[in-house]
């Protein structure tokens, strides 16, 4: 009720039903500046990544602009892993150990050692951003060099420039978001991702194919745990290091009976977990973005559903690879007749009207239900209205939701 007008910056067919999509370069932080002063606007959200860390918000506020996001430097939290790893280790929050290579030479040599010494794999990941496809979970010397080589020879630009070798984790991820204005943290709903790119976890990384909330596994006794071992650590060293952090904080979680270590830090909203969790959220979201904005999120108490919900994501063949663009998209309106919800990704309209996929990752179907195994049911019946040239999606999500 408190919007009464949205602009979105690209934006994509989808978004179009409900906000004035309006084209400028989400890199230019003045471009975006003087949009928002032209039209008033009371608020700015930002969603991805690269805006964030490129200090859109710190060029909105020196304009007095109000926004929803962390400083580039508290953004270094998912821009940089070195930060990210550093910041863990200073402020005790639990994480794996990780060593740090900007030598391709002493990475390889590093590899043959921890795999020498029996370790069951090791995780290579690229300092910089790479779109959640620049980690490497290696079984086998000869996957974690690949992924070593990969790294310096330029596969990720800039972001492959310093190489993290990290102990592997045993156990099972779960995705915590929270809101934070600095003072107060407020977790929401539980969720899980599922990264892999195929039924059964095989395959590649991918910016994640599916997502669930609540995640079972994040029973209450756990939750407790890491709002004591995460979150408040968090807290404090955002507040220890000077940080201005109005925004959203994503920690992606291994749990492994009541021990947890944190894989990673997230500044924004994630993809598709949002899908699954904010579907559930019955309090207004705009009042709670307002309350963090101005540094009043203890006002605030966050109502949810019992019932979960599913989001199913629907891709282009070949992603994370090479895909092809500009199929039509067929069934949209129809997968959306029982309620389901289809959030689009990457889609467009192509010169005659019609909406396509130009993207990877295309559509996040998502739909409730009074039980996971409803929910499931639901969002797959919505995907199954749905079909493009070259489209697909996992036919496996929330299957560790069932097994719980």
Excluded at 63 to 73: A, K, N, T, V, Y
Excluded at 85 to 111: H, L, N, R
Excluded at 287 to 304: F, P, R, T, Y
Excluded at 314 to 338: C, F, Q, T, V
Aim: neutral net charge.
């Amino acid at each position: 009720p408190l919007a009464k007008k949205i602009f979105c910056v690209p934006g994509n067919a989808g978004i179009s039903k409900l906000a004035e999509c309006v084209k400028l370069d989400i890199s230019n932080n003045d471009e975006l500046a003087n949009f928002a002063e032209k039209i008033s606007a009371d608020v700015t959200i930002v969603g991805p990544e690269i805006p964030l860390c490129n200090g859109i918000v710190d060029a909105f506020k020196k304009r007095g602009l109000r926004i929803f996001g962390p400083s580039m430097e508290a953004a270094q939290l998912e821009g940089s892993k070195v930060f990210s790893k550093t910041f863990m280790k200073k402020y005790g929050i639990p994480t794996a150990d990780a060593e740090f290579f900007s030598c391709q030479k002493e990475a390889e040599k590093y590899v043959r050692k921890k795999m020498g010494s029996g370790a069951r794999g090791v995780v290579v990941k690229v300092d910089g951003l790479a779109a959640g496809k620049g980690v490497t979970v290696a079984f086998s010397e000869k996957t974690a060099i690949e992924a070593v080589k990969e790294s310096f020879g330029g596969a990720f630009g800039d972001a492959g420039k310093t190489v993290l070798i990290e102990d592997l984790l045993e156990g099972e991820e779960a995705s915590i978001l929270a809101l934070t204005d600095g003072k107060r943290i407020l977790p929401l709903a539980s969720s899980q991702d599922h990264k892999r790119v195929g039924d059964n976890d095989t395959g590649p990384n991918t910016g994640g194919m599916g997502a669930y909330s609540p995640a079972p596994i994040v029973t209450a006794k756990i939750s407790e745990n890491i709002k004591e071992k995460v979150l408040l650590p968090f807290l404090k060293g955002i507040n220890a290091e000077n940080l201005d952090y109005h925004g959203i904080i994503y920690a992606g979680v291994m749990i492994n009976g009541n021990d947890i270590k944190v894989l990673e830090f997230n500044v924004r909203f994630g993809d598709p977990e949002t899908q699954a969790i904010l579907f559930r959220l019955k309090s207004d979201l705009l009042e709670a973005v307002n309350a963090v904005v101005d540094g009043k999120l203890s006002e605030i108490n966050l109502e949810w559903t019992d019932n979960p919900a599913v989001c199913v994501v629907m891709a282009s063949k070949g992603y994370p690879g090479s895909y092809s663009k500009g199929y039509p998209i067929n069934g949209l309106d129809e997968a959306e007749k029982n309620g389901a919800i289809v959030f689009h990704a990457g889609t467009s309209f192509d010169s005659a009207g019609l909406i396509v996929n130009s993207g990877g990752r295309v559509l996040g179907v998502t739909a409730g239900g009074k039980t996971i195994a409803d929910a499931i049911k639901n969002a797959y019946n919505a995907v199954d209205k749905i079909y493009w040239e070259n489209s697909f999606c996992r036919r496996d999500i929330g299957h560790r939701a069932i097994k719980h």
